[in-house]
């Protein structure tokens, strides 16, 4: 990086930090309410609901990894993308009203409000060491490595850098966070936008063309096994992406989970009333549409350019000479011009540390109102709760740096790391929280089953292959040979997860009904789910969207 590409950084620094700190000052609740300094409660307006889930979603592992995933899937990965969109909708539609009708402004507290406190405690310790042990160190290791990479500046002196940033602006609460993410999330696209111009310029270059149309065209022709969002079982990558299951399997559950059960992202939008909070979704989900644009295009490009004896490609994508498709994205912002270098730079920095930021306030928020008040302090003053919340932070961020090294991140890669250990899980939280909404009948046993019993079925479907011969499910598409063993897709194993939970609850909640046990309900009536016209009039047009980029790339 030059000079300017330094000072461009700076600036993107100064403007975060001093954004952020007029934010902390202007709406500084002189209360020291919890609920505001964690869920900026009535503060955040839709635009900044929006662009905080973006930025806090979009981190280094879709930046590196899925760009990665372009370079040797394809488009297909686009999925996690363009099903987010859809996915989101669902949420606004159908979660939002239960939780804030309920006054829910934590996971756990929904688990504690609908099923038990055993059953909310589980969780919260859970939710805990998910968050640290494989959110956090990931985001922030992979952040590391690819500012390291670009920068030249030491992985370790990067890692703290990264941790105080985001330190500065969690401090500040969920109000400083809302709105210095939306300068995280212009600077996140604009960069993203100069990398993908810049890429399909070389490929147009490349084959003595001068437009980004001409470079677009010429990936698409000489990549056309790129382009199909619908993977048949004799692609390599189909145990990634198993065919139909993306469109109606476990993606389903898998961003259900994600973007319904998980305080990391439902957070933003509890502190608002409804008609914010569903009009701050829609605003992510059309700018979840944009996102395969800026992280996975890129990727496609290099591979083109690799592909077609680009010298500085063939040399610069191999890694211990191998090829590693996870140098696509790192390569191309090497490659860029003085000046947007360092704007590109800004917008992987304002990824990682916004993900940084969101997370570490979302284990501070659970510890505080789902541990520490009720473990610790039950007549914690609210000022007390705030201070106990910035310590967490402090801490967790700390445990982070220190841990994230050891845990092999860089071998598994970060997409596929968190992607494998939340997916152990993932099918037990949301059938717990989809019947616990819709099922009156649904006890806190099912809920235990649905957490322990879906655990441990993730893990024997996992580990059946070594010791049963699966082969029998190739017909169908359940089983692919990886190696020689024929093992069951991730996404497909979450399905059949999902509906082993949702059977198995639905038996025990029926045989606690006849012995007498009493669920505790929650208030849910259908007027909830009415939504206004413009709302309606939006989410029509981003499904709409999402089917038709289904259509044409299918």
């Avoid at 406190?117 to 494989?134: E, P």
């Amino acid at each position: 990086m030059d000079i300017k590409d330094y000072i461009v950084f700076l600036c993107y620094f100064v403007i975060v930090v001093g954004y952020g700190l007029y934010i902390y000052y202007k709406k500084k609740s002189a209360s020291g309410d919890s609920k505001d300094y964690f869920l900026a409660e009535g503060s955040l307006t839709w635009w900044a609901i929006g662009a905080s889930l973006i930025a806090s979603n979009i981190s280094a592992e879709q930046f590196i990894g899925m760009s990665g995933s372009g370079f040797k899937i394809g488009l297909a990965i686009a999925t996690y993308e363009w099903m987010a969109a859809a996915t989101l909708i669902v949420v606004a539609v159908f979660f939002l009203p239960v939780y804030l009708k309920n006054k829910i402004f934590t996971m756990p507290q929904f688990l504690n409000v609908r099923y038990n406190g055993t059953v909310s405690m589980i969780m919260a310790v859970f939710w805990l060491l998910l968050y640290i042990v494989v959110n956090l160190t990931s985001i922030l290791f992979l952040g590391a490595l690819a500012v390291s990479s670009i920068s030249g500046l030491d992985f370790q002196l990067c890692m703290i850098g990264l941790a105080v940033f985001a330190i500065i602006i969690t401090l500040g609460g969920m109000k400083v966070i809302g709105y210095t993410d939306v300068i995280q999330v212009f600077f996140l696209i604009l960069g993203g936008l100069a990398t993908t111009y810049l890429a399909l310029n070389l490929v147009s270059n490349h084959f003595g063309g001068d437009s980004l149309l001409h470079g677009f065209s010429m990936v698409q022709e000489k990549a056309a096994d790129h382009f199909h969002m619908i993977l048949k079982p004799d692609n390599p990558n189909y145990i990634d992406l198993p065919g139909l299951s993306v469109l109606i399997g476990g993606m389903w559950v898998i961003n259900l989970s994600y973007w319904g059960c998980n305080q990391y992202i439902t957070q933003r939008a509890l502190g608002a009333d409804l008609g914010t909070a569903r009009n701050g979704l829609l605003f992510a989900a059309v700018l979840k549409l944009l996102m395969p644009l800026i992280v996975v295009l890129p990727g496609i490009a290099a591979f083109v350019l690799y592909n077609e004896g680009d010298g500085l490609f063939q040399k610069e994508m191999l890694s211990a000479g191998e090829l590693n498709p996870d140098r696509a994205y790192p390569m191309l912002l090497s490659l860029l011009p003085t000046g947007l270098k360092g704007l590109s730079f800004a917008a992987l920095t304002a990824a990682v540390v916004a993900s940084l930021a969101g997370k570490a306030n979302s284990i501070a928020t659970i510890f505080s109102l789902d541990i520490y008040q009720k473990i610790f302090d039950k007549q914690a003053s609210e000022r007390k709760l705030v201070n106990v919340g910035k310590l967490t932070i402090i801490i967790s961020m700390v445990l982070a740096i220190i841990i994230a090294p050891h845990l092999g991140i860089d071998k598994k890669g970060g997409f596929q790391y968190i992607q494998e250990y939340t997916g152990f899980v993932s099918p037990g939280i949301f059938a717990m929280f989809l019947l616990g909404f819709f099922w009156k009948k649904t006890t806190s046993n099912a809920a235990l089953f649905a957490t322990i019993g879906g655990f441990i079925m993730s893990i024997v479907l996992k580990f059946l292959p070594n010791f049963m011969d699966l082969s029998f499910l190739a017909s169908s598409g359940f089983s692919i040979p990886v190696n020689g063993v024929y093992e069951i897709p991730f996404i497909d194993r979450v399905g059949f997860v999902f509906l082993f939970c949702i059977i198995g609850m639905y038996f025990i909640s029926i045989y606690d009904n006849k012995r007498g046990i009493v669920p505790n309900g929650l208030e849910v009536d259908t007027k909830m789910f009415k939504t206004k016209t413009g709302f309606a009039v939006g989410a029509l047009l981003v499904l709409g969207i999402t089917a038709a980029l289904y259509t044409i790339f299918w």
